[in-house]
């Protein structure tokens, strides 16, 4: 029979419940502090893991990080459900994609002077075109393992569970889409007014942000507590 919702301590039941909610917080936050900046070309995908420093304000910064840190934490209830249960592949891609945001967070926080003491000015150092190349590859690396996770729980469990699997498989893929609708937009549809264009950039960003609550409320739906004395660490 398959399992329809992972047991775990009330403590993690907390740590989840208030890294969900405080999750949800710092989305909001950051979709208010994205709402309003000028029209470009950039696709902004507010799943990805923005490990480059290049943040739309000071404030949007200081919310990207607490937001990675809350989701790190969401992952680690998930990852121990996991390796309670002794399915180490879906467990390790799980490890795959934190130790990948972590990589990302630690990067983006060196400050390029440090690295790039003889670099010239007016051209990026190469440090600096690592920091900004590096993103890409990670957010590619962790999108496909997240659809490899999501199909494993999909098919491995049923129930609540079933249904994080297949948002996690579907739902990054449609806000990645979306994004690059918008590419599309600015870049080759013509006529279209930067009034037009700001309306649907304010659109995929509420969609976006919209798909990223969803998964934590659906992640959050998997668990249930257990009492303390029944926990195999």
Not at 3 to 29: C, D, H, P, Q
Not at 142 to 154: D, K, P, V
Request: glycine share 8%; charged share 15%; proline share 2%.
């Amino acid at each position: 029979m398959k399992i329809n919702i992972f047991e775990i301590t009330k403590r993690r039941i907390s740590i989840l419940g208030w890294s969900v909610g405080m999750g949800i917080v710092f989305l909001l936050i950051m979709l208010s502090e994205s709402l309003g900046n000028n029209v470009d070309g950039d696709s902004y995908d507010i799943l990805a893991t923005n490990i480059a420093g290049d943040f739309k304000t000071e404030l949007y910064g200081l919310v990207s990080f607490a937001f990675i840190v809350c989701s790190l934490l969401t992952m680690e209830q998930l990852r121990h459900a996991l390796y309670k249960l002794n399915h180490f592949w879906l467990q390790l891609a799980q490890i795959v994609v934190m130790v990948l945001t972590v990589l990302g967070l630690l990067v983006g926080l060196v400050p390029v002077e440090m690295i790039d003491t003889d670099a010239v000015p007016g051209v990026d150092g190469t440090f600096q075109r690592f920091q900004n190349t590096l993103p890409f590859y990670i957010n590619i690396v962790i999108s496909l393992t997240n659809l490899c996770l999501g199909i494993g729980l999909a098919r491995r469990f049923s129930g609540r569970i079933r249904q994080y699997g297949i948002a996690l498989a579907v739902l990054p893929v449609l806000s990645f889409l979306s994004g690059e609708l918008y590419l599309y937009l600015y870049n080759n549809v013509g006529g279209l007014t930067l009034q037009t264009l700001s309306t649907y950039n304010t659109m995929i960003l509420f969609f976006q942000t919209a798909i990223e609550i969803a998964l934590l409320f659906l992640l959050n739906r998997t668990m249930k507590p257990i009492e303390e004395k029944e926990e195999i660490y």
